[in-house]
């Protein structure tokens, strides 16, 4: 599993287009990145939404802990760092 995780990976950052700008507003924006993935889609999105705090670059949270942030893969869903009463934030 941890070579279809590098691979997926390593797939979209060799494919370093633009991506599209769906739409965006004060609130928020949705943007939208294809790429081509030699894997099963169901193997590719289990590593990339279930296995998030092994890929996740921990620099680019607030408690430089990537085992806090949680994807709620679905539209409407929240790519979110998570917090507990005892975390300090």
Same mark, same amino acid.
């Given at each position: 599993?941890? /070579?279809?995780?590098?691979?997926?990976?390593?797939?979209? %950052?060799?494919?370093?287009? $633009?991506?599209?700008?769906?739409?965006?507003?004060?609130?928020?924006?949705?943007? /939208? =990145?294809?790429?081509?993935?030699? =894997?099963?889609?169901?193997?590719? #999105?289990?590593? %990339?939404?279930? *296995?998030?705090?092994? #890929? #996740?670059?921990?620099? %680019?949270?607030?408690?430089?802990?990537?085992? *806090?942030?949680?994807?709620?893969? /679905?539209?409407?869903?929240?790519?979110?760092?998570?917090?507990? $009463?005892?975390?300090?934030?």
């Amino acid at each position: 599993m941890k /070579r279809l995780l590098l691979t997926a990976l390593l797939a979209l %950052l060799a494919e370093a287009a $633009p991506g599209e700008v769906l739409d965006a507003s004060t609130g928020g924006f949705t943007v /939208r =990145h294809e790429v081509e993935i030699a =894997h099963q889609p169901e193997a590719v #999105w289990a590593a %990339l939404t279930g *296995r998030l705090a092994e #890929w #996740w670059n921990p620099d %680019l949270t607030i408690s430089g802990d990537a085992a *806090r942030m949680r994807l709620d893969a /679905r539209p409407g869903g929240c790519l979110c760092e998570q917090f507990g $009463p005892d975390s300090g934030f």
